[in-house]
């Protein structure tokens, strides 16, 4: 059964960058499309940016486009989110999440945590 893992959350003031990682553990994180969501503070989990299993499709919420891209590794069992430009607004928890058919995510990760803020 896969098992994800985000990391490289954290800190950072507004403007600055931070890269997230969600890693892939006891099965291949091929052929899954992968999520990432924002669960802000008192709000609920929305998903913002996604990307297929061969890399060609990726989509992108219009809060973070242009901002963000995401990326995946499958040789290293990855996807990475590269965060640009980052607002307060962004602060709270990342998760990632696989799914093998589109919108049913049956895995989730644990989230990680991101604050932005001067």
């Known amino acids: 059964q896969l098992q994800l893992v985000e990391s490289g959350g954290g800190l950072v003031q507004p403007g600055g960058s931070l890269r997230l990682s969600c890693t892939a553990s006891?099965?291949?994180?091929?052929?899954?499309?992968i999520g990432w969501f924002h669960q802000a503070p008192g709000k609920e989990r929305e998903e913002f940016s996604r990307?297929?299993?061969?890399?060609?499709?990726?989509y992108y919420a219009d809060s973070v486009q242009g901002r963000f891209t995401i990326s995946r590794d499958d040789a290293n069992e990855s996807v990475y989110l590269l965060m640009n430009s980052l607002k307060p607004e962004d602060t709270g928890v990342y998760y990632c999440a696989a799914a093998a058919v589109p919108d049913k995510y049956t895995y989730w990760g644990q989230g990680t945590q991101v604050s932005v803020s001067s």
């Open positions: 990307i297929s299993p061969s890399g060609d499709s990726i």
């Open positions: 006891r099965s291949t994180i091929y052929p899954y499309i």
